[in-house]
Structure formats: structure tokens, C-alpha cells
């Protein structure tokens, strides 16, 4: 095991490095959440008040949305915050929570991020070749936000094998595990409805 150990050693510099990127792109990329808001308002507002709108601007709801989900999940997985089922996941011993782990980034994650990016950018090329633009009067061009698919995909793929590379390291004893000790979003929505029960009892 000699041999794997040397091989996950001269890896985890590029896991880090991946994570940085990741990171970095993800940060960026939750803020035009706001951006979002301030659309969809501005367009409400606009619709009812001035009885206008376009399509244009209804279109840059989505097509933000989209960037910041496809941009921002591979953060997520970073942060061990993808869905998962938090009770069941809880319950089992951290070997087995680390062997579904590396099933599910080799298995499933990985072939489908692979699948996606292949797929991704012939759809993406075609789109520019036709320029192709909305079936909507006044709408955004298409090709533009066809560009997502295979660029957060892409990125989800890098997190996917650094996440893999990390987990197997774990598990050898080579590094701590970036997760000891975190809570699930299921234990911290618990222990803040006990918190809110407890102030309210306080108060009574």
C-alpha cells in the first residue's frame, strides 16, 4: 500500500488546489443571488405598476439562477452540504458514511459529471454556430447560458475527484478528515427548534 500512499500524497496539492478554485468561484457566484432578487422585484414591480415587461429581463431571472446553481455546487460538495439523508447518513459508523462516500463520488457522481461534460459541449458549440438566440420576442441569447453546463460540470467533476482523493487519503490515515465534528443541517435545525422551544418556556 506503499505505492498508494505516495500516490495520494503527490495528489493532495492539487486537491487544495482545486478546493481554492472552487471556493473562490462560489463565493463570487452565491452574490448574484441578490442580483436575482433585485430582478424578479424590478420586473414585479414594473409588470403591475407600468403594465409592461420584457422578456429579456424575465429571462435573466433564470438564467442567473442557473449560474449561481451550477457554479456554486461544487462548493457545496466541498462543504459537505449536498443532500444527502441526514438521519439515516448519522446513524451509520463513519467507515460505512466513508465507503458510501467513495462509492457514490467513483459511481455515480463522477460517470454522471463525465456524461454531462461530454454531452455539454457539442450542445454548447451547436448553440454558437446558429447563434442561437430566445423563442421569446426580446429574449437573451441562448448560447451564452448553454456555456453552464459544461463549465459547472466541469468544476463539479475536479471537486468530485478531489473529494475522492481526500476520502481515500482519510480513510489511510494520511490526512484528518475535514468533516470530523460537523453538524448536519438536520442537527442544526434540530437544536435551533430546542433553542426557540427553551427561550420561549424562559419567557413564560
Known sequence: MGGLDS??????PATRFIDYVNTSIG???????????????????VRKV?????????????????FVFLMCSPWTLLNNEHVRIDIVN???PKRMRNIIDLIGHAFFLLPLCIILVITGIPFFLKSVAINEQSFNTGGLPQWPSKSFIMI???????????????????????????HEGQKSSLELEAEEVIGAIGNTTDEK
Open 7 to 12: 500516490l495520494l500524497k503527490t495528489l493532495l
Open 27 to 45: 463565493r463570487r457566484a452565491a452574490w448574484l443571488i441578490l442580483l436575482a432578487v433585485v430582478v424578479s422585484a424590478v420586473n414585479a414591480v
Open 50 to 66: 407600468l403594465d409592461t415587461s420584457s422578456n429579456a429581463w424575465l429571462e435573466l431571472q433564470w438564467v442567473l439562477y442557473s
Open 90 to 92: 448519522s446513524m451509520m
Open 152 to 178: 459547472g460540470f466541469g468544476l463539479l467533476l475536479l471537486q468530485g475527484i478531489s473529494e475522492l482523493v481526500k476520502r481515500i487519503a482519510v480513510m489511510r490515515g494520511l490526512i484528518p478528515d475535514p
